[in-house]
Structures are given as C-alpha cells and as structure tokens.
C-alpha cells in the first residue's frame, strides 16, 4: 500500500456571505472576506490516492489519469472563476477552504470507482490550500 | 551602500479588459482574465530600498517605517479587494501585474522623498509577484 | 469532519543542555547545541484542528479566534525569546523540536475546551518545524 | 509520542522501462518517461520516526543518528547516480517515485530494529518527492 | 520601462565530461558529476524581458507568447532528456548550469527580434537553477 | 560573462543594542529586537560571483572552491553562534541584516583576489535572508 499525491493550482475570486444574514452579521461574522466585490488566491489543490503498486509499471495509479482527472474535474472548472459566481455547488455553499476541499471530494471521488481506470486506488485525500499558511484536509465520510 | 528588501501579500481579484475593444476582442487578447466575473491571485508585492547603512543603528531605514508604508499605502488599499473595483488607478488602467507594479511605485514613492523618516533611503525596485512563477519589476522613470 | 491548518512563524534563540551532565557529556550529545551562547531559529508553527463544518459559516472553526490562539498564548511569549531563559517550562525541559511542540500543545489545548468559542473544533496536532527540513509532530497523549 | 521528521536530497536519473513490454507498450504507458537515455530529478527524502521524547536529551533519536542513517544508506548509494544501472533494486523495478520510497524504507528499516542506537524509536513513513508537486508516502507492511 | 519574468521547470540528466581529459582529471575537476552513467535534475528557467508597457494591454509582451516561446525553444527539447545526449549543442559544451544559461539565451534570443510579435520587448535575463541553492545568470554579450 | 550564485544557511543567535544608548532609547529604536537575551533566526548566505566561462570546464569557478570558501569563512564561524558575542566585528557592529552582508563580503573578498584558485572570478553581490520575507544585499565599495 502506498500514498501518492499530487499537486496542481488554480487562481479564483470567492467572498463569504451568507444571505440569511444582514450586512452587519455578514461583516462581523467574515470580516474582509464579506466584501462583495470579491478577492482571491491561487489556491493548490493536492489529491491523495491509495493503493498497491501494480508490479508492471510501478505506479498506484497512472499518473497522466490523475492529472487528468484533476484538470477536467477541477483545474478546468475553477481556473480563473469566481466561485460564487461559476461553480454551483458555491451557490447554497459558503466557499471556505473546508468547504472547498469536501466540493473537491465530491467532484473527483467517482471516477475512482471500481471499473474505472484507476488500477483499484482509492480516493484518499483532498488537501486545499488556501495561502500557504492555511490549508484544509478532507477524507471523504465514512 | 546596501539594498534592503522586504516582502509582503495580499490577496485580491482583478480581470482584463480594454472598455475600447469588443468583448471578442478582450477574450483573444486577454483569454480566461478576460472574465469578467474576475479570478484572483495571492500577491507579493517585494520593496527595496538603497542607502547608507547608518552607524549608530546599523539599518538603511527602520524597517518598522519600511513595514509600515508598505501597510498604510499598499495592504490596507489592495488586500481582499477587487482591484479593477476598488483601487482607483486600475478604473484607467488593465491591473496587470506590471502595471500593479508602477502603481504600488507611484503609491510609495513620495514616502521616501526627503524629509521624511527614511534616514535618506531611496526607493530602489518594487517587485510583484502574481504567482510564484511569474513576476514584475519596475524601477521608476529616470 | 475537516481538518484545518494554520502555520505562524516566531524567531527564538535556545541551546540544549542537561544540568545534571558535565560539559563533555552535554556536548557530546548536543554537538554545536550545547553552545551556552545561544543561536536560534525561524521557527514555524502549524495547528491543525478538526470538527464538523458549521453550515452557516462553512467553518469549522472562526479562523480569527484560531489565529488569536495562537497569536496569544505561542508567538507573543516565544517571538524574539530566548526559550531556556524567557519560557518557564524549558527551565526544566531541553528546548529541542519535539519538546517544543508537546509545549505548544499543552498551552493551547486549553482554549479548544467545551464551552470555549470554537465551534466544537477538537485539537488534532501541533507541528513545530525547526527548518524547513526537520519538524517534530505531536497529537497529545491518548 | 513525538513524531519527528528529516528531509534530505538527492539529483539522481533514471527512466521508466518494463523489459517484458515492446518499445511502443513501454512508450504508451510511461510517455516521455520511457526515453531510454534516462532524465532526473532533485529528489527529496523524508524520513518520519515515531518514539518517545527521552527526558534527558528531549529526543525521540539522537538527530546525528537519524541524519547519519540517511546519509550512508540513501544519499551515498543514490545521489549523482543513475538509478536503473546503478542501484542494484532498480534492476528489476521500476524506479516509480512508489517503488523509490519502498526502497528506501526496506534500506532503512533495519536501522532502526530494537538493539540498535535509536532509544527505541520506530520508522514510521517514508515519504519521496520526485518534484514539489508529485510525492508518495510508504508506511511498510504491517 | 518594466521587467517582467517567467519560470518554468524541466526534469534532464546531465554529466560532466571533457573528453580530452583523462577519467582521473575528469573526476578530479568534476567530482561526483563526472558519473558517465549521468544523474538529473528538476530545473527551472526562468527569462525576463525588459520594454515598454503597452497602455492597451498593460502588458510589455503577451504572456501567453513568451510561455509558448518558452516552450517550444526549451522545454520540448529538454524536458525529460538526456541533456548531454539529446541536446546538440551540448555534444561540444559542458552542460554546466552557466552553459545551459548562456545555450537557453542563443535559443530563445532570435525570438525577440524586432519583426516578431513580441511588442518590442527585449530579452534581458536567462536564468538557470539547478537546484534551489544554486542558479546562473546569462545577460548575453554586449 | 556569466553570474553564478550559491547559497547556505546558518543557524545563529543575535540582538540589536547600541552601548551609547539608554535602554530606553534601544528599545524604542530596536523594538523586540532590543532583548538581551537575543533571539533567532535560520538565515540564508547566497554568494554572487562573476566571470567568463572556462571553455574546458563549463565554470565561472570550481563550484567546490566557492562551497569552500562559504564554508569555512562563514558557516563555521557563524553558524550556531551567538553574533554578538562570538563574531569580533559585530563587538562594534549592530549585527542587522545590512551588517552581515557587509561583514561576509569582507570575509570572503580576499579569497577572490588574483593569484587564488577563483579562476578570475569576481565576488559580484552578498545576499542575507534574515527570513524569507526580508533580506539585504551588498556589492562592496566602488
């Protein structure tokens, strides 16, 4: 069994608002991160897989389906995107870096189903980071 | 004489447009910071500074004065905002990162006029970084 | 459940030294370390805590009262310290890496109690990196 | 329980090549990896050991052990070498970033058996990054 | 006037050999890189140009045309290739960081003639890590 | 002419007082700085050095010599040291970040004169990062 993680970037505007509150809850609640205009980040996502190493090739999985996955499931759709504006499920969802991680999760974890071709590995990991200095981890629910 | 630089960031969103071109026109151009809905960056923004080391306290200038005209003229205005919305300078002007970089000049420099608290420092280079892997220097006009 | 990460930096001075040794023993075991002058690091510390996302907030815990924690109880009494002299519990613990991180803990681990404003959020971990290459990790006891 | 962590590097070459394949099977599977001249990376080992903090030193292991360990067992027989003909595992697999940290922990691993100078500390993960965007982690075999 | 740089990586094995020198001066003068078997490195590029900005753009060239000629010129020919085996200039020049700078500069340097579309923008720097501890600079010849 | 440039870290404890001044005035002037216990930090040195390529070598200068030279006239007398107590010139110096880069230059410039085993090599710039935030950096006297 082993890890593998890779990494891949993504630059996006998001505020922090949610609309069952006044301006002034938002405000205190959010702080800068309310403002309407919007800010952004380039955001690193790192996905995790595990699984046994395939004796032919030496991989947990191919690394250019990874790529791959994370390029059409993530990069494709986040890349230069407000995402309260752009990604859907940041419609109901306050985009948090926690928030994102689990949107991650739930955008990529199907095609690593049985069947498909991920050699068996298992979505281990969704890690986030926000900054450098801030970063979210999300496992999947039991 | 010795250069002293120091680095600082802000997070903020901004796209690319010309109000004079078509929005084809934007898109070949500018390509994906030609959406309008913006997307956003994790800047640094790196100072530096030149002069005499002065011998009663071994600084170019008190990097305390140094941290703070980067605060007040810089963070303070930039941090968690839209920059095409927000920053009046980028109302006329593509927020590129070279020309985030004659800005954040043109906002700092008087403070190193003399005068001031600058101990005779001169405003050397203002660097912006959009991404680790792509960045802007700009040395003033002669 | 996420897991939410934030790192801070502090500049400290130590050296390690076990009084109940001789000066041969000590710097035997604590090479360069055992310097009685001191030299110090730009330590950086990194916590993560873990809890359920509140649904109003996309939080798992108010990322402001996580940054003052830390900002209180770590980086203002260990910023620009000497650790042996100005941190009471290295008096009678070496100040090494691992040392440092169980500190970290028991000093923060308080404020993550019930009934404190962290939204339920459980410590998980502190991580301490003396340098980019060598960082101790510590979880609490069971 | 202390978990502590060392990195090291190490610029090694090496290509991706199943002997029991065709040229153009090896070519679909592993790209521009399978080129027979080989290219390389600056690789980075990091080796995480899990133990308790002895009171007298505030070590989980003695740190020149654990750099030592590393030193003769990995950087010597890998660095400024060609993996596939020069370290003698390579001969049979591929030297995947996987199969590199199974490697090193099977290298390592008898290092720290009970008897041995480590105060009883256990490896716990071996983790090998063949650029900062790609990394595996190898935990053994329980 | 502003400066703008990119980076870009590519992965290369390399050796260092003077074929009229014996293998005992080779090894001598080369040390560890004198391994005819080769070993590699995760390099980076990085090249600033130097012009005017364009008041339409905001841009002093595009930069999706400096990454394409960053590209085609560099990465194509030696990303995942054996530099001294595969690159031709390297078949008489000692692939040393200070000759793959100066080689990179006398690839890329017609690119940004005047004719090109590259809004009259100047080469002005190649610079070349071979690890992060370690990088040349290229000005070209006056 | 090419510009080659290695760096090296050193571990080192310091503070900033002027003997002249009151406590009062270091501590308004220096701030935390002024602690006498001293406090830390992880800097780095990156030596700049200038010259033609040897045509037989690919070198500026033998790399070895360089990591020599940085060796033994700066890690090993400054690292894990107490600046102000073990180094002589900062007894009279406030060891700022400004001083140390003067303070290596004049260390290791001798070694570049003719005669020695620099090729020609030129010391063209001392850089210190005191973190990665702030650094300075000095070319010697005209």
Not at 49 to 77: C, H, S, W
């Amino acid at each position: 069994m082993v890890f593998m993680s890779r990494r891949a970037e993504f630059s996006a505007s998001h505020y922090y608002h949610n609309p069952q509150w006044t301006h002034e809850e938002n405000a205190r609640v959010f702080g800068k991160c309310a403002n309407l205009n919007g800010h952004g980040h380039n955001y690193v996502v790192e996905v995790t897989v595990a699984g046994n190493v395939d004796p032919r090739t030496g991989f947990v999985m191919d690394l250019k389906t990874l790529k791959d996955i994370i390029a059409v499931e993530i990069i494709e759709p986040f890349d230069h995107r407000h995402l309260n504006k752009e990604v859907p499920e940041f419609k109901q969802l306050v985009p948090t870096t926690e928030n994102i991680a689990a949107v991650v999760w739930q955008r990529i974890a199907p095609r690593f189903a049985s069947g498909t071709n991920c050699n068996g590995a298992k979505l281990y990991r969704v890690r986030i980071y926000e900054t450098p200095d801030l970063f979210a981890d999300y496992y999947g629910e039991a």
